[in-house]
């Protein structure tokens, strides 16, 4: 089963191009991150190869900078190693954002705290907004039962 699969994958009829170009990408990635200074890598990936261009996205403005200005260098090692490369192209792609934080618990107010807010409340001047502040909280919070 897995020599036919493997068989029709690298033959002409199957997918033979898009696991090639998939296996170079792979030697590209692992090649990127061998020869770029690490801050640079976890910032960035290898997205593409096409006719000797190394496309590498960048996380931010600023690592897609960097890598312009190490282009010339990356260029000669991806040569020194062997793969045809003629320049390199960076541009921005904003990872995706990690999964927003789940919404703050409300938590009730005591007795005691609701007693000692309201009381600092009423000693404050009627026209302070740190009393107009508090009175919104106490009107909006939650009481423990």
Known sequence: MTDSLHSYLDGPEGAGKVLA????????????????PPHLCQASSVANY???IVLIHASSGAVATKLRQMAPTLVDEF????????GLQVKVQARARPAAARAAEQKPLSARTSQRLTA????????SSLRSALEHLLAHAAREE
């Open 21 to 36: 170009h998939a296996r170079l990408l792979a030697r590209l990635a692992g090649l990127f991150q061998e020869i770029a």
């Open 50 to 52: 096409k006719s000797g």
């Open 79 to 86: 040569l020194q190693r062997g793969v045809e490369c003629r």
């Open 120 to 127: 600092l409340s009423d000693s404050l001047p009627a026209a």
